[in-house]
């Protein structure tokens, strides 16, 4: 990346959180309410949008194929889309910076139109996988050119008459049943995705928000069956988007770790797709609750209130509670660190195809701040002792926003501060975390923070 630069940035021991706090926009809603709004005809009002890199790369890329999005005084995001097949062929490449969801979803929805698009991405997102997109949507009509290994850059032509498919899911991930399912909006029949894992369900949401007829069939073993008719129109509307889980789990193991801490974080996102962290840290002894639930946009809703007793216990994380807390291992790995006795996570390959290998990348900080464990082909072993780890390490983060921002939260309890080598990459989710976490009582110092958008 040109003019990158890197930000170093240290945390120190903090007092007891406290607070009622918000955390920004959920990613994955804010990204879908962006895109969706550009698939209807006529005005889409999105509020409490996150204003993160990586969402703002979903808004240009939109708007270099023609949606019209402004951004008012008012904090109101408002989308004027294209209607279904009008996205136009644009000539420039589009730049998705870190944004794996950006470009998975795109590739999905320009694969459904006879246009050609080319994506590229910084040096995190072109060395991820695409195969897992680019598979199914050869079969819908589009092809594509890719570099070595199906990675960006990447030109897709999209199909000229898409086909409805089904397609059973062979790793569970919402960005591949995404895809297909927004490659559909222009086919003619039904497209079927048969995911064998519960993933996030926001694209179901969001489409039936938007007036939509998409049917969530249970098949056996928790297997769901996704169906969607093409060729529906889609009806503007109004998003108001919730806070995000995957956001609000810095805090919440913030303040369980901190001793005497009690933070709510209000207007939450608790889709039971995305709270396996928080049925984790109840298992681990935590004391959370979920209060003022209410469905928003098709979203269930709530204020999470936590209260920190600085003790928490090691446990064996179920390996079919994977989807729902996907993102949030890194943060886990925190509080594992911290906890008494042996937290066992297996099953998680899919951590190594991040933003970063997030298993080696917290398998190395944890071990450069003193935690005990065994890191294997697919599984991470901590041995907490019941209390903080020695700390005093510079961890590399490798682009990665949640690797970063973990190891802030690790440096507010132990013996030595703990610095990380960059916190720019925060931005693409989190633009506000280190004012955000100070306030409530962090001791984060950073030069430079936080980093100018690149893009508004
Ligand atoms: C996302 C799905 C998940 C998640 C990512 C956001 C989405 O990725 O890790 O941060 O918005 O659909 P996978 O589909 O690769 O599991």
């Given at each position: 990346?040109?003019?990158?630069?890197?930000?170093?940035?240290?945390?120190?021991?903090?007092?007891?959180?406290?607070?009622?706090?918000?955390?920004?926009?959920?990613?994955?809603?804010?990204?879908?309410?962006?895109?969706?709004?550009?698939?209807?005809?006529?005005?889409?009002?999105?509020?409490?949008?996150?204003?993160?890199?990586?969402?703002?790369?979903?808004?240009?890329?939109?708007?270099?194929?023609?949606?019209?999005?402004?951004?008012?005084?008012?904090?109101?995001?408002?989308?004027?889309?294209?209607?279904?097949?009008?996205?136009?062929?644009?000539?420039?490449?589009?730049?998705?910076?870190n944004?794996g969801?950006?470009?998975?979803?795109?590739?999905?929805?320009?694969?459904?139109?006879?246009?050609?698009?080319?994506?590229?991405?910084?040096?995190s997102?072109?060395k991820r996988?695409?195969?897992?997109?680019?598979?199914?949507?050869?079969?819908?009509?589009?092809?594509?050119?890719?570099?070595?290994?199906?990675?960006?850059?990447?030109?897709?032509?999209?199909?000229?008459?898409?086909?409805?498919?089904?397609?059973?899911?062979?790793?569970?991930?919402?960005?591949?049943?995404?895809?297909?399912?927004?490659?559909?909006?222009?086919?003619?029949?039904?497209?079927?995705?048969?995911?064998?894992?519960?993933?996030?369900?926001?694209?179901?949401?969001?489409?039936?928000?938007?007036?939509?007829?998409?049917?969530?069939?249970?098949?056996?073993?928790?297997?769901?069956?996704?169906?969607?008719?093409?060729?529906?129109?889609?009806?503007?509307?109004?998003?108001?988007?919730?806070?995000?889980?995957s956001?609000?789990a810095?805090?919440?193991?913030?303040?369980?770790?901190?001793?005497?801490?009690?933070?709510?974080?209000?207007?939450?996102?608790?889709?039971?797709?995305?709270?396996?962290l928080?049925?984790?840290?109840?298992?681990?002894?935590?004391?959370?609750?979920?209060?003022?639930?209410?469905?928003?946009?098709?979203?269930?809703?709530?204020?999470?209130?936590?209260?920190?007793?600085?003790?928490?216990?090691?446990?064996?994380?179920?390996?079919?509670?994977i989807?729902?807390m996907i993102d949030e291992f890194p943060i886990l790995c925190v509080?594992a660190?911290?906890?008494?006795?042996?937290?066992?996570m297996?099953g998680l390959s899919e951590l190594r195809v991040k933003e970063s290998d997030r298993l080696l990348m917290m398998a190395k900080g944890l071990?450069?701040?003193?935690?005990?464990l065994?890191m294997g082909e697919d599984s991470l072993?901590i041995?907490?002792?019941?209390?903080?780890?020695?700390?005093?390490?510079?961890v590399e983060t490798a682009l990665d926003h949640r690797i970063a921002m973990s190891f802030?939260?690790?440096?507010?309890?132990?013996?030595?501060?703990?610095?990380?080598?960059?916190?720019?990459p925060?931005?693409?989710s989190?633009?506000?975390?280190?004012?955000?976490?100070?306030?409530?009582?962090?001791?984060?110092?950073?030069?430079?923070?936080?980093?100018?958008?690149?893009?508004?």
């Open positions: 990346m040109d003019n990158y630069t890197k930000t170093e940035t240290i945390s120190a021991k903090s007092k007891a959180l406290s607070g009622q706090i918000k955390v920004p926009g959920d990613k994955s809603i804010s990204h879908r309410a962006l895109m969706l709004g550009a698939m209807a005809v006529g005005e889409t009002i999105i509020s409490n949008l996150l204003e993160g890199e990586d969402v703002l790369h979903t808004a240009e890329a939109m708007r270099k194929m023609g949606a019209k999005i402004s951004h008012g005084s008012d904090g109101l995001w408002r989308v004027h889309g294209v209607g279904i097949g009008g996205l136009k062929e644009t000539n420039s490449v589009l730049d998705m910076g944004s969801t950006s470009t998975r979803l795109l590739m999905g929805l320009v694969s459904g139109q006879p246009i050609t698009t080319t994506f590229t991405g910084d040096a997102l072109t996988p695409m195969n897992r997109v680019i598979n199914p949507l050869e079969m819908m009509g589009a092809s594509f050119m890719a570099q070595d290994g199906g990675r960006l850059p990447i030109t897709v032509k999209g199909a000229q008459n898409p086909l409805a498919i089904e397609y059973t899911l062979p790793v569970a991930s919402a960005q591949v049943k995404s895809a297909i399912l927004l490659a559909g909006l222009n086919a003619r029949g039904q497209t079927t995705v048969i995911e064998t894992h519960a993933t996030r369900d926001h694209t179901e949401n969001m489409l039936r928000h938007f007036g939509v007829n998409v049917i969530t069939e249970n098949l056996e073993n928790g297997a769901k069956a996704i169906h969607l008719t093409g060729q529906q129109d889609l009806m503007p509307c109004a998003v108001d988007v919730p806070g995000d889980p956001s609000a810095f805090p919440v193991i913030a303040a369980l770790i901190n001793e005497g801490s009690d933070i709510t974080i209000s207007n939450m996102g608790i889709n039971e797709t995305r709270i396996g928080y049925t984790t840290l109840r298992e681990m002894g935590a004391d959370i609750t979920f209060e003022n639930q209410k469905m928003q946009a098709g979203e269930l809703i709530a204020d999470i209130r936590v209260k920190g007793t600085g003790s928490l216990k090691g446990i064996d994380v179920p390996e079919d509670r989807p729902s509080a660190s911290m906890a008494q006795g042996t937290t066992k297996t071990h450069a701040c003193g935690v005990d065994e072993v041995k907490g002792k019941g209390k903080p780890c020695i700390g005093g390490a510079c802030l939260i690790l440096g507010s309890i132990t013996d030595e501060p703990v610095s990380i080598d960059d916190a720019a925060i931005a693409t989190f633009p506000n975390f280190i004012e955000l976490m100070n306030d409530i009582g962090l001791n984060i110092t950073s030069a430079g923070y936080p980093p100018i958008p690149a893009l508004g």
